[in-house]
Nanobody, 120 residues
Framework: VQLQASGGGLVQPGGSLRLSCAASGRTFLHNVGWFRQSAGKEREFVAVITWNTGRTTHADSVKGRFTISRDNAKNTVYLQMNSLKPEDTAIYYC???????????????WGQGTQVTVSS
């Protein structure tokens, strides 16, 4: 499986962005997660979705604001981010694993990051 993340940018507080993670290869048995990392901090779990069932988990810090989803026909996982805050500023990464989890260490496959900056 290979992953390509896109959709980052500069947005004002309260605004929205949608990140995309395009996957290629045998994705059906995989789980796809979004993680983020800001300067001086460890990589942080954001959300995960199971490709075949659509089961999802979101971090408490984004629950109610961010939504992970997938489009099987396009082999793409999305992260819809609403009500963005300055503290959401980070590089966002998508990753894939056969294990359903929230720990970055359990994800062996990573896409390149996409920068999200929330600032007025």
């Amino acid at each position: 499986v290979q992953l390509q993340a896109s959709g980052g940018g500069l947005v004002q507080p309260g605004g929205s962005l949608r990140l995309s993670c395009a996957a290629s290869g045998r994705t059906f048995l995989h789980n796809v997660g979004w993680f983020r990392q800001s300067a001086g901090k460890e990589r942080e779990f954001v959300a995960v979705i199971t490709w075949n069932t659509g089961r999802t988990t979101h971090a408490d810090s984004v629950k109610g604001r961010f939504t992970i989803s997938r489009d099987n026909a396009k082999n793409t996982v999305y992260l819809q981010m609403n009500s963005l805050k300055p503290e959401d500023t980070a590089i966002y990464y998508c990753a894939a694993s056969l294990v359903y989890g929230t720990s970055a260490g359990t994800y062996p496959i990573w896409g390149q990051g996409t920068q999200v900056t929330v600032s007025s």
